[in-house]
């Protein structure tokens, strides 16, 4: 079975400073791992995906992720943060049988001015 | 290229009725799935339709229920509504070139309060 954990379900940073957001993933086979990102009253919105292509991925807005499997983590990064980054983060693992996601509990980021 | 639209967006509705919601998957799009997002449970996936054929189903009552039409266009079905049932509804539509191999797109939502 397929499940993420988000370490902390809140997160604060000043702007300009690391953004670092924890995702840890349980699965039996090479997993396909992804991070979303909401908005208040939004969907949800793809940052980047690991598709086993590599293991940095790089995806919109400056945000990043590295794949490792020695630790089963995929924690979400961005050197510099921005106000417009508030908001409500996921990780997920897809299934092995269609289009279904799991995801995590997802993590709050405050950007502090 | 026109996104994954779902309506309506807000609805409220009183306990024991049923409502239905709405999801048009973006274009060329064959499989669209729900989820269910509360404060408290997260995000929790409700079904899979994929060329009108549910291939997965979450651990939800049979309360809730759905379809896909020829056109990938899907609608769920909540019976006899409960106060828990309020939540932001998700519908999500992929290409799913290869299974599990793929990237899901989002709607807006709907946002069902009942009262």
């Known amino acids: 079975a397929q499940s993420v954990t988000q370490l902390g379900s809140h997160v604060s940073v000043s702007e300009g400073a690391l953004v670092l957001l924890r995702c840890n993933y349980s699965?039996?086979?090479?997993?396909?791992l992804f991070w979303y990102v909401q908005y208040p009253n939004q969907g949800l919105q793809l940052l980047l995906k690991?598709?086993?292509?590599?293991?940095l991925v790089k995806g919109i807005n400056g945000f990043e992720a590295e794949f490792k499997k020695s630790e089963t983590s995929f924690h979400l990064t961005k050197p510099s943060a921005h106000m417009s980054d508030a908001a409500e983060y996921f990780c997920?693992?897809?299934?092995?049988?269609?289009?279904?996601?799991?995801f995590g509990t997802g993590t709050s980021l405050t950007v502090i001015p | 290229k026109a996104g994954v639209t779902q309506t309506p967006r807000y609805l409220i509705k009183t306990r024991g009725q049923q409502v239905t919601l709405s999801c048009s998957p973006i274009s060329g799009h064959r499989s669209v799935s729900w989820y269910q997002q509360t404060p408290g449970q997260g995000l929790q996936f409700l079904f899979e339709?994929?060329?009108?054929?549910?291939?997965n189903k979450g651990n939800f009552p049979g309360r809730f229920s759905g379809r896909q039409f020829s056109n990938s266009r899907s609608e769920m079905n909540v019976s006899t509504l409960e106060l828990g049932d309020s939540a932001l509804y998700l519908c999500a539509s992929s290409l799913l070139t290869s299974v599990g191999n793929t990237e899901a797109f989002f709607g807006q939502g709907t946002r069902l309060t009942v009262v």
């Open positions: 699965s039996s086979v090479p997993p396909y």
């Open positions: 997920a693992v897809s299934s092995n049988t269609g289009n279904q996601f799991y």
């Open positions: 690991y598709t086993s292509a590599a293991t």
């Open positions: 339709y994929f060329s009108e054929t549910q291939r």
